[in-house]
């Protein structure tokens, strides 16, 4: 089936340093790659839609200037955390859906959490 | 705004018991509902629904989208403490490709 490789699954950063999140589709092409974030004992809650080649969408009460996204290929995407805070302590979880209609299930990486100190 | 609601948010049973998982949907040009499970990392996928009344069946776990009462129920029968985890009810509408998750269940069982 297909993978969706996410690194690293764990880091922890100083407050002030940035900090970047890859996500790779490993057997098929992703044109659309999706951010969730989850805070402990919540649900994932999207952050931002990731487009090859062109600007991600963010979901309303996301700071693109904060959370950074590039999706240069079709087999990566990338979401930088500029300027960590602690408050950016989260669980990051990238998706890709395999195909072109909308009815095909996402997939999921195993998420990275970030701590920040 | 669309909305998924998930009941009940925990549950706690026995081995051996069976389980129903409710999601509920409010969303603009319905698509899918799709069932997640998730244990300590990343959701996997279980079901995904998008006719009302076909039942969606795998092992011990089965599923029923009701397009008339905008739900859909997630059965686990014969629960194993394997079983225990976050369950997700997510639903595609036409306003993205994006799952729209609702808060999830979180179902623990006991030996």
């Known amino acids: 089936g297909a993978v969706v490789s996410q690194h690293p699954s764990r880091v922890i950063c100083k407050s002030g340093t940035s900090v970047k999140i890859e996500c790779r589709s490993l057997d098929f092409q992703a044109t659309t790659m999706f951010w969730y974030r989850q805070f402990p004992k919540q649900s994932l809650m999207l952050m931002a839609t990731s487009n090859e080649g062109s600007k991600a969408t963010y979901e309303q009460g996301v700071e693109k200037d904060k959370f950074l996204i590039n999706h240069a290929s079709l087999t990566l995407s990338t979401l930088t955390v500029t300027s960590a805070h602690p408050e950016d302590s989260s669980f990051y979880i990238c998706?890709?859906?395999?195909?072109?209609?909308?009815?095909?299930?996402?997939?999921f990486g195993n998420g990275t959490r970030l701590t920040v100190t | 705004e669309d909305k998924v609601v998930q009941s009940p948010l925990s549950l706690v049973v026995h081995e051996g018991d069976t389980v129903t998982l409710n999601c509920s949907y409010e969303?603009?040009?319905?698509?899918?509902l799709l069932w997640y499970k998730q244990e300590k990392k990343a959701p996997t996928f279980l079901f995904m629904l998008?006719?009302?009344?076909i039942e969606k069946k795998s092992g011990r776990l089965s599923s029923i989208l009701d397009k008339k009462e905008l739900s859909s129920i997630l059965n686990i029968t014969a629960t194993q403490t394997g079983d225990s985890a976050i369950y997700l009810c997510?639903?595609?509408?036409?306003?993205?490709?994006?799952?729209?998750f609702g808060k999830g269940t979180s179902l623990l069982v006991t030996p």
């Open positions: 997510a639903v595609v509408s036409n306003s993205g490709y994006a799952l729209n």
């Open positions: 969303v603009t040009n319905f698509r899918s």
């Open positions: 998706s890709a859906r395999d195909g072109t209609e909308y009815n095909s299930p996402l997939h």
């Open positions: 998008t006719s009302s009344g």
